[in-house]
């Protein structure tokens, strides 16, 4: 009689090395999805658009006629050049192209939003109409 031997079966077990860098993947991609502008105070226009840009200038309009860059109130469009001047140069030191995103309140006259898209285009920078997203 022959003896037989026992085959030495593989151990079963799973390699988790590519999986932590899954999950990894997954992180920074629901990271970078789920980051919203939020504008406290009123209520902007409800949109399709998914586009996503980051923010680095707002321009805050209101039916009330306050106009805000950043945190600075603005008196006139005269000022609202020279602030956007302002932060524009700074953000092309950096290195960044200019972006303004615009959170006009629903109800602001399209003709204001025109002027500040304006100055904006002047100025040599991307410009953004923030909207909400529609469910």
């Known amino acids: ?5 026992r085959e030495k079966r593989a151990a079963a077990e799973v ?41 680095k200038l707002t321009v805050n309009m209101e ?9 600075r109130n603005i008196a006139s469009m ?15 030191e950096a290195g960044t192209m200019p972006t303004v995103t615009i959170a006009a309140e629903k109800g602001v006259p ?7 898209m304006t100055v904006c285009n002047n100025l040599k920078a991307v410009t953004k109409i923030a909207t909400e997203p529609k469910d």
Do not use: W
């Open 1 to 5: 009689m022959a003896i037989r031997h």
């Open 15 to 55: 390699n988790m090395s590519s999986m932590t860098d899954i999950i990894f993947m997954l992180l920074i991609f629901f990271m970078l999805t789920s980051t919203l502008v939020k504008f406290f105070g009123f209520e902007i226009p409800e949109s399709d658009s998914r586009t996503n840009t980051p923010v």
């Open 63 to 71: 039916k009330s006629g306050k106009v805000t860059v950043g945190d």
């Open 78 to 92: 005269g000022d609202l050049e020279k602030e956007l001047r302002n932060a524009i140069a700074a953000s092309h």
């Open 110 to 116: 399209f003709g204001d939003v025109t002027k500040v």
